[in-house]
């Protein structure tokens, strides 16, 4: 089976900016893969010419096996910026995107009664778009994205803006397209969320691809390779204790985090010191440390010439 | 996945635009009142002013008091009213030629087409009874009215500043009013000609003026008969409720791209369907509720000429040549206005862009008068083939020209408004498929033509 997205070289400039730089990536169909980057870093602009919205200026595009025009039916988008009729009803609109997506009148309303419930927002179908919340209208738009079944699915920060309880429905509710066998690409800066959602994260900044590895992966690459302790007694004798243990290559007291944070020689085993710290320094919680997928990203990035970028302008 | 998948297509995409463009404009409140009941209200109205201003069919019934020197302008008006009584009512169309307002001294006792049935008794008092007394019987309501002659105006020269004096009731219905002065002026002007010895009939014919039968004769030696309502009025009308439809129609393209654009919904269409696709479909949805405006107006146009007794003025014909015309000229309006709804953000930031459009929208007004004082002259002539103000100018010469236009110059017209509106339909779309995605400032026009050449 052809991949659900195959990117070869795609490169985007406006002006004197460059948007995106020669870009390679596949996703193979079923999977769910998140695109990171900080603000203004191409994600959007990469969105865009995945759904033919904008044409890039190199390399070449294949979305489901063929040209995403052709494809239409078979995709279903989540633009950043959200929209919607606001004095349609939302029954209406979400009937007007079906039949754009080629989904025949019959049982279409029942389909979307069906959404509806799904993503929580009963009793909304005959209500104007405008009379909805902004979080009820994201989610009104995520049905309009996802309506027709699509094998592919893009959604462009689709938790941006929702409360933690909408938050949750709609990544249950991609949670499910994905088991049902979906191909799903998202885009996001929430971390955590990534990190809970996706098998798989590509990281861009500035236009260049960084990272391109599955979560965990990438938390192992990056793993800082040290061993918390939260010690019960004086912090200070605590880490003099510590520093003076064969395999601690240093001990550093974090009054943000009430722990100490041991650096593990280079060679040294940590399970072993673990057991050997447990021993010698009384403490209320002892554990190797662990890297977020938030400290991934800003070490990346930050390594990557940091953020800073001139906005793009002129594209939608 | 997809096993319900209804491959409708491009085609069922367009329909699908479209349908929601036509149902989204019409069924508008603005809509509805400023191009449905604004129009029957209007028609509604102008019935109703006559009947509420004149009183209606109502028939004028009851005595009036008529106080004269010697009882001639009485005996005037009693045979004036008898005369009118047995003539019938307004309701009888005036004879062919009947000017609309009939000079002194020609009144030949008939009734005039708007006066009300009559059914009036005329009692003469002299100019020495109690008239304060009689002027109370108007007041309470029991005459119709106190008709006083002052005897100066049965000399054979009057002097000014002399009138007749006409006491109605308040309630007096405006036409009964204007029906009993004018009654009163013509008795007295045919009992002055009597007083003076002359002969009224023989005066009538004196002052008879011949009309004049005027007649255009073209080119080619065919003679055709001069009518104002054909050669100014009917062209306007046609052109005018062109110009409304197309307008209208073409401005809303522009309000629902901008709407479009600016509520941030174009992203998820563009992700259904292309620029192409949607523009056809807006295009298409506009041109609909043009012909519905058109339809509207059309038939209440048409009923209204029915009333006149003026059908012959237009034809089947006429009216399948006006859609055509309609249709080339809103196409290329409408692709117009889509490139500029495209280009910009707000309806604020397309008061720039708008107005070159808007001017070009104006000619064919600015050009009604001289077209229609000439519509075969070399202006209308060649300002027929250039789009995209052709099609309008079109309409005023083909509904205008009684001496008729060669049909070679339709032939071209429409053949070059046709491949006009193709072009500008072209033009647009290509800016439109650009510019629909573009956000910041608006573009200059320099910058339209770059993106209509872009790839």
Known sequence: MTPALEIRGVSKRFGSLEAVRPLDLVAQRGALIGLLGPNGAGKSTLIRMIMSLIRPDTGELRVLGGDALDMK???????????????????????????????PPSGLRARIAGWLERVELPGVAHKRCQELSKGMQQKVQFVAAVLHDPELIVLDEPFS?????????????????????????????????????????????????????????????????????????????????????????????????????????????????????????????????????????????????????VPVRGAA | MGQHRFTSGRTGRIRAIAAREFKQTVLTKTFIFGALLLPIALVAVGAAIPLLVGGGTTPVVGTLVVADHDGSV????????????????????????????????????????????????????????????????????????????????????????????????????????????????????????????????????????????????SNQGQRSAERLEVRVILPAAFMFLMWIASFSSANHLLTSTIEEKSSKVIEVLLSATSPLELLAGKILGQSLVGLLMLGMYGIAGLAGLTLLAMTDLVDVFTILLFVAWFLLGYFMSAAMMAAVGSAVSDLREA?????????????????????????????????????????FVMVLRTTGAVEGIPSWQVAVALLINAAGAIGLVWLGARIFRIGILMQGKPPTPLELLRWARAR
């Open chain 2, 351 to 391: 008061q720039t862009l708008v107005s070159p459009v808007m001017l070009l929208m104006m000619l064919p007004l600015m050009l009604w008068l001289p077209i229609s004082e000439n519509p075969t002259g070399i202006i209308a002539t060649v300002a027929s083939f250039i789009p995209p103000i052709g099609p």
């Open chain 1, 73 to 103: 039916d078979r995709i279903g988008y989540l633009p950043e910026e959200r929209g919607v009729y606001r004095r349609m009803r939302v029954e209406d609109f979400l009937f007007y995107i079906g039949r754009l997506k080629g989904l």
């Open chain 2, 74 to 217: 009485a005996a005037q008006m009693r045979l004036s009213f008898d005369a009118m009584r047995a003539a019938g009512t307004r309701t009888a169309p005036a004879p062919a030629g009947t000017p609309l307002t009939m000079p002194l001294g020609e009144f030949d006792g008939a009734a005039m087409p708007d006066d009300p049935p009559v059914d009036i008794t005329v009692v003469r008092v002299p100019l020495s009874a109690d008239l304060q007394q009689e002027q109370a019987r108007v007041q309470s309501g029991e005459i119709l009215g106190l008709v006083e002659i002052p005897v100066e105006l049965l000399q054979a020269t009057p002097p000014a500043g002399v009138d007749i004096s006409v006491l109605v009731p308040t309630a007096s219905p405006a036409k009964t009013t204007a029906m009993l002065g004018r009654v009163a002026r013509e008795a007295t002007v045919t009992a002055r000609v009597a007083a003076a010895g002359g002969d009224l009939a023989a005066v009538r014919a004196l002052l008879s003026s011949p009309t004049a039968a005027t007649a255009r004769v």
């Open chain 1, 161 to 309: 803006g929702l409360d933690p309880v909408n938050a949750r429905v709609l990544i249950q509710a991609v949670r499910d397209l994905h088991r049902e066998g979906r191909t799903i690409f998202l885009s996001t800066h929430q971390m955590t969320q990534a990190e809970q959602l996706c098998q798989r994260i590509v990281l861009i900044n500035r236009g260049d691809k960084i990272l391109d590895a599955t979560v965990g992966d990438a938390l192992t690459r990056f793993s800082p390779r040290g061993i918390d302790v939260e010690p019960v007694i004086d912090p200070e004798q605590a880490c003099s204790a510590l520093r003076q243990m064969p395999g601690v290559a240093s001990a550093q007291w974090r009054s943000e985090a009430s722990s100490i944070q041991v650096a593990i020689d280079e060679g040294a085993d940590a399970v072993s010191l673990l057991a050997a710290i447990a021993q010698s320094v009384p403490a209320r919680r002892i554990e190797v440390a662990r890297v977020s997928l938030d400290d991934v990203f800003v070490r990346l990035v930050e390594g990557h010439g940091g953020h800073a970028r």
